[in-house]
């Protein structure tokens, strides 16, 4: 039985060639990783800076739509009917500036589009930090399938070899996940 382990260089290569596809798969889900990880931080940076943008639209548009109202306590102290017509037509460009940075679809800076973008910037953001979570876990299945085709070698249990191959599938269906579906599965 022992000389059968010394002669089985044909499963030894096996095992290797399994090896170098494995470490193959664990480089490609390693720069996945890092390029989901990448993507997250960006649309993560994008979203808050547009949810700061809306911040400042919205305190700008209070204090707007405040010097309207003011202005009502102004015209009502005035007789005089030109300082009056004046100050009607602050107030309408006023109102109208408040009303613009409530919806502007041209320039996509009204309050309503800069929330929607930063919707859509935290969408991709959470759709990036699913992808890394997918290949960190397909990067962690090839390594201790590589533990284990090594293992065989080394003991020569064929069973190691299996798993192997098993937690190899693992890492690649997880992969795939990554790329084609990231939120399929939450972990």
């Not at 382990?5 to 990783?33: N, W």
Request: hydrophobic share 50%.
């Amino acid at each position: 039985m022992a000389g059968h382990h010394h002669g089985d260089h044909g499963g030894d290569k096996r095992i290797a060639l399994l090896i170098a596809i494995l470490a193959l798969f664990l480089a490609i889900a390693e720069t996945g990783a890092k390029s989901a990880q990448t993507e997250a931080i960006s649309r993560n940076v994008e979203a808050a800076n547009l949810w700061a943008f809306f911040q400042a639209r919205t305190i700008r548009q209070t204090v707007v739509r405040t010097a309207a109202e003011e202005a009502e306590l102004e015209k009502a102290a005035r007789a005089d009917a030109a300082a009056i017509a004046a100050i009607e037509r602050q107030q309408q460009a006023w109102r109208s500036t408040a009303d613009r940075w409530e919806s502007e679809p041209s320039s996509g800076e009204g309050r309503r589009e800069l929330s929607a973008r930063a919707r859509a910037a935290e969408a991709k953001r959470d759709r990036s930090m699913a992808a890394y979570h997918n290949y960190e876990y397909a990067s962690a299945a090839f390594q201790v399938a590589i533990v284990l085709a090594s293992a065989s070698i080394i003991t020569a249990v064929p069973l190691l070899a299996l798993g192997s191959v098993g937690l190899g599938v693992v890492g690649v269906t997880l992969a795939g996940l990554g790329f084609f579906a990231p939120e399929l599965v939450h972990f």
